[in-house]
């Protein structure tokens, strides 16, 4: 188990126009403010793919799940493509609960989101 | 002393957190073991802490507007449903602005916008939901969860 004061964005990075974004831990309201603010500072560029990897995510709110609305809608109004890489169960049914598994594109591997 | 707050059942739990969102981690931990003790396994225990997490969340985002300092009173108590089956009952009681439980509704998800979710989530998740306005003031949900027989034949 993640310890709650561990980071929940572990890494953000860009390169060749994506924008990759490891998030580790509990995404809760209290840790989404962290992601929110990591994550506008790489939008500024308008990255034409933006990649989540979620692999290490125990937790997720719909908070979180607010947060990658904000994500996607942002992508999506610069032409581009958000991916979300390896999901675990709690956190895929709570795109399934809110219906958002209409919107995303989840991918199991994260090489396999770098090609998308 | 809050007179709408039933006493404690010798098997409930009960938990009395700020209304400060690092609290939550440790609500939800709490709710973990208790569905699982109850009977509950995955999927059903994850959408049970889903659902707690909504209804405090939105307590400490609508009913105290954000302050940290609030009381917040949570309760975990297994309960008997349909056919004897096992269950979960959440009380999750706040002291802040009542509002009309008619006018809290789950919002249209064709609108794809953050925020808005957790009223619809605890509405998917649990059996039972109910908002009331006890008389000493605040807000009061009660939510049921049952547990589905196949899960409770494996035990």
Same mark, same amino acid.
């Given at each position: 188990?993640?310890?709650?004061?561990?980071?929940?964005?572990?890494?953000?990075?860009?390169?060749?126009?994506?924008?990759?974004?490891?998030?580790?831990?509990?995404?809760?309201?209290?840790?989404?403010?962290?992601?929110m603010?990591?994550?506008?500072?790489?939008?500024?560029?308008?990255?034409?793919?933006?990649?989540?990897?979620?692999?290490?995510?125990?937790?997720?709110?719909?908070?979180?799940?607010?947060?990658?609305?904000?994500?996607?809608?942002?992508?999506?109004?610069?032409?581009g493509?958000?991916?979300?890489?390896?999901?675990?169960?709690?956190v895929?049914?709570?795109?399934?609960?809110?219906?958002?598994?209409?919107?995303?594109?989840?991918?199991?591997?994260?090489?396999?989101?770098?090609?998308? | 002393?809050?007179?709408?707050?039933? /006493? #404690?059942?010798?098997?409930? &739990?009960?938990?009395?957190? $700020?209304?400060?969102?690092?609290?939550?981690?440790? +609500?939800?931990? *709490?709710? /973990? #073991?208790?569905?699982?003790? &109850?009977?509950?396994?995955? $999927?059903?225990v994850?959408?049970?802490?889903?659902? +707690?997490?909504? *209804?405090?969340?939105?307590?400490?985002?609508?009913?105290?507007?954000?302050?940290?300092?609030?009381?917040?009173?949570?309760?975990?108590?297994?309960?008997?449903?349909?056919?004897?089956?096992?269950?979960?009952?959440?009380?999750?009681?706040?002291?802040?602005?009542?509002?009309?439980?008619?006018?809290?509704?789950?919002?249209?998800?064709?609108?794809?916008?953050?925020?808005?979710?957790?009223v619809?989530?605890?509405?998917?998740?649990?059996?039972?939901?109910?908002?009331?306005?006890?008389?000493?003031?605040?807000?009061?949900?009660?939510?049921?969860?049952y547990?589905?027989?196949?899960?409770?034949?494996?035990?």
């Amino acid at each position: 188990m993640t310890h709650p004061s561990d980071k929940v964005v572990q890494e953000v990075r860009e390169e060749d126009g994506v924008v990759l974004v490891k998030l580790a831990g509990e995404i809760d309201m209290h840790r989404t403010p962290e992601v929110m603010q990591a994550v506008d500072e790489h939008m500024r560029s308008k990255p034409k793919r933006v990649v989540v990897d979620l692999s290490d995510v125990e937790y997720m709110d719909s908070s979180g799940v607010g947060t990658l609305v904000h994500l996607f809608r942002q992508v999506n109004s610069n032409g581009g493509k958000l991916i979300l890489v390896k999901p675990n169960e709690r956190v895929r049914s709570v795109f399934e609960i809110t219906r958002l598994d209409r919107f995303f594109v989840i991918c199991q591997d994260l090489q396999e989101a770098l090609k998308q | 002393m809050d007179d709408s707050w039933p /006493e #404690r059942p010798s098997d409930a &739990v009960d938990l009395s957190i $700020p209304s400060e969102p690092r609290s939550l981690t440790v +609500v939800r931990a *709490a709710v /973990e #073991r208790m569905a699982k003790m &109850v009977g509950f396994g995955e $999927p059903d225990v994850g959408q049970i802490i889903l659902a +707690v997490d909504e *209804a405090l969340a939105n307590v400490i985002k609508h009913s105290y507007r954000g302050a940290t300092d609030q009381p917040i009173r949570v309760r975990f108590q297994p309960t008997k449903g349909p056919n004897d089956c096992g269950g979960l009952l959440v009380l999750v009681r706040d002291y802040g602005k009542a509002v009309d439980p008619a006018t809290i509704q789950p919002r249209n998800l064709n609108d794809v916008r953050p925020g808005g979710l957790g009223v619809h989530i605890i509405r998917s998740v649990m059996d039972e939901a109910e908002y009331s306005c006890p008389d000493s003031g605040g807000m009061q949900l009660r939510m049921v969860k049952y547990v589905r027989s196949e899960q409770a034949a494996r035990g």
